[in-house]
């Protein structure tokens, strides 16, 4: 199985097939096949063959955790963001293709010139994989840079509303197994963003998955058995259109949509739970009852959707019901994040900060939560990383752009270009999965063209040498 | 090309009371003294000084998905630089610090090896790579099963013990970790489902299940699989007065296989005294003297803020109102387990923290045989890591202890047996 990183979900499928019967994983055996493992290294730990039936034991092994996890789904190819990320990549290709490799020595050179010679540094971009997160922090430690993501403000939402009151979140397979109430929280973008979202939450069962046909294992499905679908509500709440609704309810029995403003939504639930004179034609009415009905209960919501000032109360009033919710049943909420969520997460256990960090003296930092504005404003040199390369989305800078990533950018008189390959389509990487818990090994695609550039994290270690 | 230190006072366990010498390396080992006099790359003078192996952390919790939880929560960190120093002890800039911080300050204090114990199968890929960033130190990592739904139906479903020993075989080489940790057996399950308490003979809601028979069934097949460690536990009822009674009812669990009680400072309570909570101690310390199979870690309070982090979902739940500040992280994760973080402040005058310092320290000083306890704080559940060199201080000074003791609160004072402890280790026989 290999994985699709075109969205956090990072869906799995079958490289070679891409069989309409291509099934998906949604966790506990990924790590596997996990790299850079220090136990390995310094030969701590690892167990081999582990028992003397362990070949015959693994069998039986991987079926009972595929029957876990394996989840009906239609064709990854049929993802449509997939779909034109390709598309978009093998053209991109072309273009790339034209670069004149014989420069990079010299760019290099004047990089390194840019850089000793400038005193106030950000590094910004889309950075995806983790060994490129690795690469860009030791970077801004050697160079004393402040670094910040491009859509760092949607992740900051929530990380401003955890860092003041908390929250009780779940992962994917968690949701899927176990929900019997999921809110989706947003509007069609939700489905655009992750396309296949509604297959991932679907409980329809087209693979029949029988009990390892153990003979001996006749009690196997039981009333117990979490291959059995759970019998699930979804509840739309939102701007949603009948599309969408309809997209759902083909993967999903039960589907519900209350259209509402989005930003009230937070207060309308609080309501629900607690007025006691809602009427019954009152849609908060329903909503209560199913809420009531539920014995476990997920809100998902992107929280790149929430596009307004201080969208971070949104975040903690949100979760401050869920805490409530939990008082006498059980309730969490699933939040998407971008791709960012792997820059966080490194930057977070590098540092001890998600991201929004200035570098001060050697592994010394700050942290500078809000917008950083002011950061750019005064920068003289900016090194922008573009991992996923698909959309130049990155803010227009007045000052010397280093510029690493698989597409050329617009025009700037003061640009250096370094080509590099992107991760997860050409060469493996390893990035988290949108809920933020599980981390993924990526790539490459078949159908990647093998290119003569190096990676991001090959650049940026050779940046900065020549800072004194 | 040869180091020499010279003056050294080198602590070996295995041969105490070694004179002050010389010490030879090349290439990264000991070598005998040359016979002639070497040229010498380092040649340094160690007089008032102390030579020992690295220390070893066995229950540190470094990396992984909680870890990182902890970080997020807990932006305040202390103004105090990296090289400043607080009555000679430099501050943690955290208490979770990234890993950068946490492998520097860790080989500042000569520990060289830690163990992150509660690595989530569906986690471990993280949890490697974050203690992959981790510099300087050896790492590895404990397994977290016994809540997954898939081994919680197998054994309900009463499916052959070879079965359970080649899925937890099977689980420890596909997540490359090197023991198995259980905590709350069942409960973190159990907590998904909306039962809030489950003791050792008490029934999974769902699954029918006791942790008796889960922790049974996993001892069973990490003895089987002849692992080096033994099944290390994390016992039911965490931090509750009286939870002794569960910690013994697990202990007789596990019957004839080996057994390690994790942080046991937080599973030997009782619940006498003027406050409902009382020191076990003795009983704990009393069982681990009589047997060749039971090992502890300690899990040591200290004064002041730290954080809780712990997969115990269900406890931690019922804690929240404790959190200092008041914010609290739940994660449930991929039907295997879950955590919980709760930022936490121990108090030296309040009544249950300090009975807590006292039952920690207890344990440490009524356990007989120095191997069969870990010096552990449970990092940084009971404090940060960094407060090791005041623990092993009040483990070698019964003055300095008894200074600490006698600002504890007065019911604590009246109860608690150390001051009749006056045993002092020493380097050479520390806790391991």
């Known amino acids: ?468 | 090309m040869i180091t020499r230190l010279r003056n050294v006072r080198v602590c070996d366990p295995s041969q105490p009371n070694v004179p002050d010498s010389e010490l030879h390396f090349d290439e990264g080992k000991i070598i005998p003294k040359p016979k002639s006099s070497p040229r010498l790359a380092l040649d340094l003078d160690l007089s008032n000084r102390i030579v020992m192996a690295g220390g070893i952390d066995i229950h540190t919790h470094i990396g992984g998905g909680k870890t990182n939880l902890a970080r997020l929560l807990l932006p305040e960190r202390s103004p105090v630089s990296a090289t400043a120093f607080l009555d000679g002890v430099r501050p943690l800039s955290s208490p979770v610090p990234g890993t950068w911080e946490t492998g520097r300050r860790y080989l500042e204090m000569g520990y060289t090896a830690c163990f992150e114990p509660a690595v989530l199968p569906a986690n471990a890929r993280q949890a490697y790579l974050e203690m992959a960033d981790t510099p300087w130190l050896d790492t590895g990592g404990y397994l977290m099963l016994g809540n997954e739904e898939l081994l919680l139906r197998w054994i309900a479903d009463g499916v052959p013990q070879t079965q359970i020993n080649d899925y937890v075989g099977w689980m420890l080489n596909t997540h490359r970790c090197m023991a198995v940790k259980v905590v709350n057996a069942g409960g973190i399950s159990a907590f998904k489902y909306n039962q809030r308490e489950l003791d050792v003979d008490e029934s999974h809601k769902h699954y029918g299940l006791t942790p008796r028979k889960i922790l049974h069934t996993l001892a069973t097949a990490v003895d089987s699989l002849g692992l080096a460690h033994p099944l290390h536990v994390h016992c039911s009822n965490l931090g509750r007065p009286g939870n002794i009674a569960s910690t013994l009812s697990t202990i007789d669990a596990i019957e004839n296989c080996r057994l390690h009680i994790t942080h046991a400072q937080f599973h030997c309570y009782g619940s006498d005294g003027p406050h409902g909570f009382s020191s076990a101690a003795q009983q704990l310390a009393d069982r681990v003297n009589q047997s060749d199979r039971l090992t502890i870690d300690v899990g040591q309070v200290l004064f002041g803020q730290t954080v809780t982090i712990s997969g115990d979902t269900m406890h931690q739940f019922a804690n929240r109102g404790l959190a200092r500040p008041r914010k609290v992280i739940f994660n449930e994760m991929e039907c295997q387990a879950g955590c919980g973080v709760l930022p936490f402040r121990y108090q030296q005058s309040q009544y249950v923290h300090g009975l807590q310092w006292s039952i920690g320290l207890e344990l440490f000083l009524l356990v007989e045989d120095a191997s069969k306890i870990f010096l552990t704080t449970d990092h940084p559940n009971g404090a940060p890591f960094t407060s090791y060199p005041h623990l092993i201080r009040l483990l070698m000074d019964y003055d300095f202890r008894m200074s600490v003791f006698s600002e504890l609160h007065p019911d604590v004072k009246a109860t608690s047996l150390l001051p009749s402890l006056k045993r002092e280790y020493t380097l050479e026989r520390l806790p391991r």
């Open chain 1, 1 to 468: 199985m290999a994985v699709c990183t075109f969205c956090p979900l990072l869906c799995e499928y079958d490289p070679h097939g891409l069989s309409p019967n291509a099934t998906s994983l949604d966790g506990p055996s990924k790590a596997g096949s996990a790299p850079a493992i220090q136990s390995i290294e310094k030969g701590v730990g690892p167990l081999n063959h582990a028992t003397p039936s362990f070949e015959s034991g693994k069998q039986n092994l991987d079926r009972g955790l595929t029957s876990e996890n394996a989840q009906p789904l239609a064709d990854v190819s049929q993802c449509s963001l997939r779909r034109q990320s390709l598309i978009q990549l093998e053209s991109l290709s072309r273009v790339v293709s034209r670069f004149n490799f014989n420069d990079q020595a010299q760019i290099l050179k004047s990089a390194n010139q840019w850089i000793a010679e400038s005193n106030r540094i950000v590094i910004t971009g889309r950075v995806t994989s983790i060994e490129t997160s690795r690469a860009v922090l030791d970077l801004a430690r050697r160079i004393h840079a402040f670094v910040d993501m491009d859509d760092s403000e949607s992740a900051f939402h929530q990380i401003r509303a955890v860092q003041r009151s908390g929250m009780f979140t779940a992962t994917l397979s968690e949701v899927r197994f176990r929900s019997d109430l999921v809110i989706l929280i947003g509007n069609d973008q939700l489905l655009e963003q992750f396309p296949r979202l509604a297959a991932r939450l679907s409980n329809k069962p087209a693979i029949h998955l029988p009990d390892k046909g153990d003979s001996n294992n006749a009690s196997a499905h039981s009333s117990r058995s979490t291959n059995s679908p759970v019998s699930r509500t979804i509840l739309c709440l939102g701007a949603w259109s009948e599309k969408s609704v309809n997209h759902l309810k083909a993967l999903n029995a039960n589907v519900l949509a209350f259209p509402m403003d989005l930003q009230v939504i937070p207060a309308d639930l609080f309501r629900s739970t607690s007025s006691t004179d809602l009427l019954t034609s009152d849609p908060l009415f329903a909503i209560r009852n199913l809420i009531e009905a539920a014995s476990y209960t997920s809100l998902i919501w992107s929280n790149s959707l929430l596009q307004w000032k201080h969208a971070d109360l949104w975040v903690e009033r949100l979760f401050q019901w869920i805490a409530q919710q939990n008082r006498l049943m059980r309730c969490v909420g699933m939040p998407l994040s971008s791709h960012y969520g792997t820059f966080q997460q490194v930057c977070n256990w590098t540092t001890g900060f998600p991201g929004r960090v200035r570098f001060l003296e050697e592994y010394e930092t700050s942290f500078e939560p809000e917008e950083p504005s002011r950061a750019f404003a005064q920068a003289d040199l900016e090194i922008h990383i573009d991992e996923p390369s698909l959309a130049a989305t990155h803010r227009k800078t007045n000052c010397r752009q280093i510029f690493i990533g698989f597409t050329p950018q617009e025009s700037n008189p003061e640009l250096l270009h370094f080509p590099s390959l992107v991760a997860g389509y050409h060469y493996a990487a390893e990035h988290f999965r949108g809920d933020g818990t599980i981390v993924l090994r990526a790539g490459p695609e078949p159908q990647a063209n093998a290119m003569q550039l190096s990676k991001p994290s090959d650049w940026l270690k050779r940046l900065g040498g020549d800072r004194p």
